[in-house]
C-alpha cells in the first residue's frame, strides 16, 4: 500500500477475519501478531484483534536506531571509531537484557562518563540517546513491545513476510504489471504455497534454516544461559550480545 492508514489496514484485517472464517469455519483470533513499528498498523490491530499480543520485529527496530544515526550524521563516526559503534550497537543490543533491567541499565549507560565525553566529541550522539529515550523508553514504543529476551529466534522478526515480499517482487519483476501478467503470477504463486501444503500434510520435514541462522541462535542460547547460572554478569552478556546485532 503506499497511503498506508488505520482505515485500509482494518479492512484488510476484516477481509481477512471473514475469509478465513469462511474457509475453517473457525474464527481468527491469532494470540501473537509481530509487525513494524507503524502506528495505523498497530492501531488497526488492537482494534480488530484485541486479545493479541503486539510485538515489534526487532530488525526493524534495530532500523529505526540505524535510520537515526545516519539522519544525525553519525554514520561515518560509526564505521570509523569503535567507541561510537560500540555505544549505538548496545543500544541495539539492548532488547536481548531482560525487560526488568532494561530502564536502569540504559541510564547507567547514558550517565556513565565514556557516555558523557563521546557526546561531547561527537555531535549528534546525545540526540540519538534523546530519540532512543524518547520513542522506545517513554514513548509510542515501550520495552514490552520490542524486548526480546523472552522470545526465540522465530518471533523476533517479521523478516520471513520481507522474504516472501522480495521473491514477490521478483517474480513480478517489473513495477506496474498487465492485470494478465498479475494474474499469472498469482496462479504461479498458488501452485506454490498448494505444493507446501501437500507437503506438510504427507509429514515432509520442514526446511531447514540456514546455518548462519541457525549458528546465531545457538549462541545467543548459549549467552542466555551463562548469564542466567551467573557465569557471566549483565555487562558481560551485554557486551557479548552486541555481536548478534544485524550489522549496518
Not at 31 to 56: H, M, N, W, Y
Not at 162 to 183: A, C, D, Q
Request: hydrophobic share 35%; net charge positive; proline share 4%.
Amino acid at each position: 500500500m503506499t497511503d498506508r492508514n488505520i482505515g485500509d489496514y482494518r479492512h484488510i484485517l476484516e477481509t481477512l477475519k471473514v475469509k478465513i472464517r469462511q474457509i475453517t469455519r473457525h474464527r481468527w483470533r491469532p494470540r501473537k501478531v509481530i509487525c513494524d513499528f507503524e502506528l495505523a498498523l498497530i492501531a488497526a490491530v488492537e482494534t480488530e484483534l484485541p486479545r493479541a499480543q503486539i510485538s515489534g520485529c526487532y530488525f526493524h527496530f534495530n532500523q529505526s536506531l540505524w535510520r537515526k544515526v545516519q539522519n544525525l550524521g553519525l554514520a561515518a563516526s560509526y564505521r570509523r571509531r569503535p567507541a561510537v559503534k560500540s555505544l549505538v550497537r548496545k543500544v541495539m543490543a539492548i532488547g536481548y537484557l531482560p525487560i526488568a533491567v532494561v530502564r536502569q541499565n540504559f541510564r547507567l549507560l547514558r550517565t556513565s562518563r565514556r557516555t558523557q565525553r563521546l557526546c561531547r566529541r561527537y555531535n549528534g550522539l546525545r540526540d540519538f540517546l534523546d530519540y532512543f529515550e524518547r520513542n522506545y523508553l517513554n514513548g509510542l514504543f515501550p520495552p514490552q513491545m520490542w524486548n526480546v529476551y523472552e522470545r526465540d529466534m522465530n518471533n523476533r522478526t517479521n523478516n520471513s513476510v520481507e522474504s516472501f515480499h522480495r521473491l514477490w517482487n521478483n517474480t513480478v519483476s517489473v513495477r506496474h504489471p498487465s492485470l494478465w501478467t498479475f494474474i499469472r503470477c498469482l496462479k504461479d504463486q498458488q501452485a506454490t504455497l498448494e505444493n507446501s501444503v501437500e507437503a506438510v500434510d504427507r509429514g515432509d520435514p520442514a526446511p531447514k534454516r540456514k546455518r548462519k541462522w541457525r549458528n546465531l541462535e545457538a549462541r545467543m542460547m548459549r549467552l542466555k544461559e551463562e548469564y542466567n547460572n551467573g557465569t557471566r554478569n549483565l555487562d558481560q552478556y551485554w557486551n557479548a550480545v552486541c555481536y548478534g546485532v544485524v550489522q549496518f
